[in-house]
């Protein structure tokens, strides 16, 4: 929805009140796109365009030569900065700021690295609100990428200034998470899929996630993350649809796509080890000019990065067209 409160708009390319252009033959709606736009406002507001820098004023001129999707934040609210950090409308104070902008410097710096892909962008989060229940976006965030709509506001109680960290490792993930969309949902754009979008953007995103849990945390905290989120006595008890089944399957994949099939890509580093890992996500990313993206695309990429096709075909039997994968753990 477009949400107006207390002064503030916000409205995001789920709320389509641009225009908006849609592939004759595929029928995918085009949702990315550079701009150069003037906004003008009858009295002095601050705005914000996803992929510019925040501005103030009557008549402001935003320009972005990156295609993103489309959010809008603006009204009477105080923009915060920090290094590659931008928060607007909160009312953290400063030191917690700049805990929370080292921390996204360091997830973007690890990000960079073992992808080999620049993370290239500011972090921007924009406190988010409600126009319902007050509960409505309790513990919860989405994102536009680079932007990262969020209860900034609550992390006063997840930050120790004593170790300069954030101390709660859900909210550690969750914004590393919401980071690793730069990749799996802006760069890698399988929006057009049923089901697969999923996996190419939730999926993949949550396993980069935990590997910044891992490698920026510790790796206690990883294996404790993964036994509270992933190696559940739900989880391996259930039955999934393998991967060749995700796109044509009619069960609600919401959850699975964060807490199951993320195994398909420990197990892959479990199998070839951490480097091929990377590299195969990598893969994924700089291949992303393709016209569809199914269940080959995953596939090809893996024999692309040097897999050979008999150690394929172990992982496709134990992974892939497993119901159930959690007792290779």
């Avoid at 695309?297 to 497993?322: A, C, H, M, P, W």
Wanted: aromatic fraction near 14%; hydrophobic fraction near 35%.
């Amino acid at each position: 929805v477009i949400a107006i409160k207390n002064n503030i708009l916000r409205a995001t390319v789920q709320s389509v009140f641009i225009p908006e252009l849609v592939d004759r033959v595929t029928k995918k709606h085009i949702t990315s796109y550079t701009y150069d736009i003037i906004v003008n406002c009858s009295r002095t507001e601050t705005v914000y365009l996803n992929g510019s820098t925040p501005q103030t004023g009557k008549s402001l001129h935003f320009v972005n030569n990156s295609p993103l999707d489309f959010l809008i934040y603006a009204g009477k609210y105080k923009v915060q900065h920090q290094n590659n950090l931008y928060l607007l409308n909160s009312n953290l104070d400063k030191k917690y700021v700049e805990v929370l902008a080292r921390t996204t410097e360091q997830i973007s710096q690890f990000y960079s690295k073992n992808m080999g892909i620049a993370y290239d962008a500011n972090v921007v989060f924009p406190q988010i609100f409600s126009i319902g229940p007050k509960n409505q976006y309790a513990k919860w965030a989405f994102t536009v990428t680079p932007t990262i709509v969020m209860d900034v506001n609550e992390l006063n109680t997840k930050i120790d200034l004593k170790t300069g960290t954030i101390t709660d490792p859900n909210t550690f993930r969750i914004i590393a998470h919401e980071m690793a969309h730069k990749y799996f949902m802006q760069q890698l754009n399988a929006i057009g899929t049923r089901n697969l979008w999923r996996f190419y953007h939730e999926t993949l995103a949550e396993y980069l996630a935990f590997k910044a849990v891992e490698n920026l945390l510790s790796e206690t905290i990883y294996k404790e993350q993964l036994t509270k989120y992933k190696f559940t006595e739900k989880n391996k008890n259930a039955s999934f649809p393998t991967f060749d089944e995700i796109e044509n399957s009619e069960k609600n994949l919401a959850n699975a796509s964060y807490n199951y099939y993320p195994l398909y890509l420990i197990g892959f580093e479990k199998m070839f080890g951490i480097d091929n890992t990377f590299k195969l996500l990598r893969r994924l990313v700089l291949d992303k000019n393709q016209f569809t993206f199914d269940t080959e695309y995953f596939k090809t990429r893996i024999l692309k990065i040097g897999i050979t096709q008999q150690d394929f075909e172990k992982y496709k039997v134990t992974f892939l067209n497993s119901t159930n994968c959690n007792n290779q753990f």
